[in-house]
Nanobody, 126 residues
Framework: QVQLVESGGGLVQAGGSLRLSCAAS????????MGWFRQAPGKEREFVAV????????YYADSVKGRFTISRDNAKNTVYLQMNSLKPEDTAVYYC???????????????????WGQGTQVTVSS
């Protein structure tokens, strides 16, 4: 069992920055990749970024590439999502997810992730 808790969401003006954190607990040794997803009202959950805890490989959705940075601190069992140059269209509930089955590969599919946090709201005003 892996427990994930997101934090750092809030209200920010367009062009501003926000840093999300995802703290993992439980059987964290089994978490190979950590991903960030987001879901806006009435829309499907979409992939944002992923990092492999073992290899450090990262991958970003085109919509956030160059603006968002995912990182990890394995000693703290925490992953971060640094969001810069925020746009109103970034407004969504952001979810942290853990993939415990893929050893070195990273995936953008939500269905491949095994554990999810409760989500944290990010609102970007225009």
């Amino acid at each position: 069992q892996v427990q994930l808790v997101e934090s750092g969401g809030g209200l920010v003006q367009a062009g501003g920055s926000l840093r999300l954190s995802c703290a993992a607990s439980g059987r964290t040794f089994s978490s190979h990749a950590m991903g960030w997803f987001r879901q806006a009202p009435g829309k499907e959950r979409e992939f944002v970024a992923v990092i492999n805890r073992n290899t450090g490989r990262t991958y970003y959705a085109d919509s956030v590439k160059g603006r968002f940075t995912i990182s990890r601190d394995n000693a703290k069992n925490t992953v971060y999502l640094q969001m810069n140059s925020l746009k109103p269209e970034d407004t969504a509930v952001y979810y942290c997810a853990a993939d415990v089955r893929n050893l070195i590969a990273i995936t953008t599919a939500a269905s491949e992730y095994d554990y999810w946090g409760q989500g944290t709201q990010v609102t970007v005003s225009s």
